[in-house]
């Protein structure tokens, strides 16, 4: 029986489009306000738009590691190589807005292309076994990012990159890409990944073409973590190999493991809370790594799924659960219960 | 004769290799889990054996308190951080594992700061030389080589004719029928985990007599090359951890007697890259096959 | 007493084996011959060989571990055979991924459940639907007028294929949460859903009281009926064997022992003996 028929009132299909949309570009303008009124003041911008970024960076890993459930390390690499495209790219054009979309966009392809070499082979081994050679080929980009002075400047890196990021770029980007992936999770093709990760040799046996899917997920997180690391690019108008270690793979990890596996609102909140709370608590930075290590270890003891699971979060779906006064389960009604 | 001489290089560090990948590849077989904290195990046994000789304990004992010591840490380790997991999915065992070896990485660094230190090989293993028909062998490198082959017979004879060897193979055959033929599996996880850093705390030792310096990060990489090892022979099979261990040592040694010392790692991991694809299941490996 | 299915007389074909008279305008739907697989040392099916009619029931059964089970795994190339040739819809199923079998028309349930515990009902239903949509990746992301079609195309079908076993009311809660008898049912609507022209059911009714057993049979029969495959199954119940089969192959130690009619079957001293083993021959 459909959720209509049982009496369910719905928010039609229009109005759901109309509040999402309304809501974020009130933020948009909200935010936007405030900083050009100065309420804001440049720390605290930096702040907003490196939560942004890294949330872009944990919330494409999660297509990999929370909906597909495999277990890369080396998301780095990805966001090195869209970071240094898009960089070349915008040191060699004037700084308008068709340069800025055109530097994103590269980022992300590059890194795609990228995801596809890695991914196709690495795909093919056991979970543990991916996890090492991610993290190998995360390595790898990076030493030929060293080694290869004349196109990405070696160590010293790449200074005087145009500032394309700013906040109205980076809410946008973040935005638009978090949409984007959620629209591919919620059609046949994020069912295929999801199916993947529940039980592969079942998805396979349904039909499901696991290894066009596999690298799928893949390439997808690849292409918007290049996409993140060129809005780092704009963001900061300098890149060296060493912003892209294992160590940021790992503190993008963390950011998703803790937010949650497959939860695209605790990979943002995640992010947000990962990246405010150390910049606000200097005098911590000498036990962060050690917090985050032993986090890892109580969450995933504790709670596996991580601290959201996999909760999908739908403003929409509240409202429709308020409106029904479904908002608040009452316990023991008949028929609820499974048990 | 150079050529001997470097045989034996290799066959010295291949044997550090051996050692460490054996503890991998039994934890690997026991329980399907890549123990990215081994490494590290191996640096908290180098910072305990610093410790231990540096507050004039006698270099025997010292080197008996390490290899306890990383047998104390790598059970402590799988009892409050693996052992809950053990029916959790894999990926997040591996998250665990990784969460382990960040905590005892960076816990190192808070109390020691990272900086390098020295470590007292001489103390272990004076700096003697022997004279073998025209070829000048170091004590260092004899007592490695024989101390790890030693060390490998004895893993050898325990697997194959002790009873608690048999519950080790049995468990890492079929967990489940172990468990119903009224084998004590966390007993025997947790003494394949003492015996597998118990080698790793003997090739902490070799390692720093022959490298010796200190630092917190050391384990990381000697770690990675030991699994390169352990998966090249074979991540679960034992034999295949020694002759994968020999293999990186030779070509660890090759790499620098060419001349290009500075791309080890790089082929090591090339190697890595290329067994993975080619045959991940390594030499003597038999891949497992999952029951549909 | 258990109905006897429509007009199910078997005709022999090829000398081979048997398929009902109704199906013998056709070829088979399935064409085994001399299949064999071997691991490390041991044969665990050895020259198997069977036919299986467009809409026959057959069921294959023997004791535990005669292969039943891997014979399911080489006809959905989990496993290569060794030797030997399957013939699914007169094509040749070597080298093919499982995928490609589900598109050449072959689905299948599994001994141990393997349902996509963390997705609804619903959604675990869409998951089979596997080949008949065109819309691309890229245009799903921006929700083009294909996303919408599919979308409710595929919603529609799912609430359908629910209904045929009376799970369209569970339809929004996360398979996991299933009872037992249900998971298994949605199991099946799972393997419906790709439109399969054989259905390969592994054990359907493990773990059922005889009224739910009794109620799988004729859900079986509905199927084959209304959706005109042909059905396989795996079965220890020997009431819904005999009961819903038209053909049925015995296996024991990986080779086929006797095949027939469900009458011959029972009356088989060769395979009486396989069950029973030593007291039969000293009854």
């Known amino acids: ?339 | 004769m150079l050529f001997l001489s470097q045989c034996i290089n290799g066959l010295q560090l291949g044997s550090i290799y051996a050692l460490v990948a054996l503890g991998y590849s039994m934890v690997y077989g026991i329980i399907r889990l890549l123990n990215f904290a081994h490494g590290d195990v191996i640096m908290i046994g180098a910072y305990i054996a610093l410790l231990t000789i540096g507050a004039g304990i006698h270099p025997a004992l010292a080197v008996a308190v390490t290899i306890l010591g990383c047998m104390l840490v790598s059970v402590l380790i799988e009892k409050v951080a693996y052992r809950p997991l053990r029916s959790a999915p894999r990926i997040s065992l591996l998250i665990t594992a990784i969460g382990v070896s960040l905590l005892l990485q960076n816990l190192v660094q808070l109390l020691f700061t990272a900086n390098t230190r020295p470590y007292p090989s001489t103390a272990i293993i004076p700096a003697k030389a022997l004279n073998l028909g025209g070829l000048s062998l170091s004590l260092n490198t004899l007592m490695t080589i024989l101390i790890s082959l030693g060390a490998m017979v004895g893993l050898h004879l325990l697997i194959q004719k002790t009873r608690m060897g048999k519950a080790m193979r049995a468990v890492s055959e079929d967990t489940g029928a172990a468990q119903l033929m009224g084998i004590d599996i966390n007993r025997v996880i947790s003494i394949t985990f003492a015996i597998g850093s118990a080698l790793a705390g003997v090739g902490s030792v070799l390692f720093c007599c022959r490298y010796p310096v200190v630092n917190p990060t050391m384990g990381s990489l000697l770690g990675l090359k030991a699994f390169v090892a352990a998966v090249l022979g074979g991540i679960g099979s034992i034999p295949g951890a020694m002759v994968g261990g020999f293999a990186i040592g030779f070509a660890e040694v090759l790499v620098t007697a060419l001349g290009f010392s500075a791309w080890t790692d790089a082929v090591v991991f090339a190697i890595l890259i290329l067994v993975l694809l080619v045959k991940p299941a390594g030499l003597l490996g038999k891949g497992v096959a999952e029951k549909v | 007493m258990p109905k006897r299915p429509v007009n199910s007389n078997m005709v022999p074909l090829d000398g081979l084996g048997i398929i009902p008279e109704r199906d013998a305008g056709s070829p088979p739907i399935l064409d085994i011959r001399h299949l064999c697989v071997d691991f490390g040392g041991l044969r665990a099916v050895d020259d198997f060989t069977l036919l299986i009619g467009k809409t026959e029931i057959a069921g294959l059964i023997g004791p535990n571990g005669a292969g039943k089970t891997t014979v399911f795994n080489l006809l959905t190339n989990v496993y290569k055979p060794t030797q030997g040739r399957i013939l699914l819809n007169g094509q040749d199923t070597r080298g093919k991924s499982m995928h490609e079998l589900n598109r050449l028309g072959i689905a299948r349930t599994f001994q141990n459940i393997r349902l996509f515990s963390g997705m609804t009902v619903e959604d675990n239903v869409k998951v089979g639907m596997s080949h008949g949509y065109t819309d691309g990746v890229l245009a799903d992301m921006f929700r083009l007028p294909g996303w919408w079609r599919t979308e409710r195309k595929q919603h529609v079908r799912a609430l359908e294929l629910l209904d045929l076993f009376s799970l369209t009311d569970k339809a929004d809660v996360l398979a996991g949460n299933l009872p037992y008898g249900d998971q298994r049912r949605l199991e099946i609507v799972r393997a419906l859903a790709s439109e399969p022209k054989l259905l390969l059911l592994d054990e359907p009714a493990a773990g059922m009281n005889p009224s739910e057993t009794h109620e799988l049979m004729d859900n079986i029969r509905m199927l084959r009926d209304r959706f005109s495959i042909a059905i396989m199954l795996i079965e220890h119940d020997m009431n819904l064997v005999m009961g819903i089969c038209e053909g049925i192959a015995v296996l024991n130690y990986g080779r086929i022992i006797a095949k027939g009619t469900p009458k011959e079957i029972q009356r088989n001293p060769v395979v009486i003996e396989a069950y029973l083993g030593e007291e039969a021959s000293h009854a």
């Open chain 1, 1 to 339: 029986m459909d959720k209509a028929m049982r009496g369910y009132r719905q928010i039609p299909v229009y109005l759901r489009y109309l509040i999402n949309i309304l809501l974020l570009a009130a933020l948009l303008a909200l935010g936007n306000h405030l900083i050009v009124s100065g309420a804001v003041n440049r720390a605290q911008k930096a702040i907003i738009l490196q939560i942004g970024i890294y949330a872009l960076l944990a919330v494409s890993l999660n297509v990999a590691t929370g909906y597909l459930g495999q277990l890369p390390l080396g998301h780095a690499g990805f966001m090195a190589v869209g970071g240094y495209a898009a960089a070349i790219l915008w040191k060699s054009l004037p700084k308008n807005t068709g340069a800025m979309l055109l530097g994103l966009l590269l980022g992300g392809l590059v890194a795609a292309v990228f995801g596809v070499l890695i991914g196709v082979p690495a795909l093919r081994l056991r979970g543990d076994y991916l996890a090492i050679i991610t993290l190998g080929f995360g390595e790898i980009i990076r030493v030929l990012i060293i080694n290869l002075p004349g196109i990405t400047g070696g160590t010293p890196g790449l200074m005087s990159i145009p500032k394309h990021a700013t906040f109205p770029v980076v809410y946008i980007t973040v935005i638009v890409s978090c949409a984007l992936i959620h629209t591919l999770m919620k059609s046949r093709h994020g069912r295929a990944i999801l199916a993947i990760r529940e039980n592969e040799i079942a998805a396979e046996a349904s039909g499901v073409n696991t290894t066009f899917y596999k690298v799928l997920a893949f390439t997808v997180s690849a292409f918007f973590a290049g996409v993140a690391g060129a809005l780092y690019a704009g963001y900061t108008g300098i890149l060296t190999p060493g912003n892209f270690t294992f160590m940021t793979s790992i503190n993008i990890l963390v950011m998703v493991v803790l937010g949650g596996l497959g939860s695209m609102a605790g990979s943002i909140i995640a992010a947000g809370i990962l990246t405010a709370l150390p910049l606000a608590l200097q005098s911590f930075n000498k036990y962060r790594m050690v917090i985050y290590a032993l986090l890892l270890i109580v969450v995933m003891i504790f709670k596996p799924s991580g601290l959201l699971g996999r909760y999908d979060f739908s403003l929409t779906r509240i409202l429709e659960k308020a409106v029904n006064g479904r908002l608040f389960p009452k316990r023991g009604k008949a028929g609820e219960d499974h048990a």
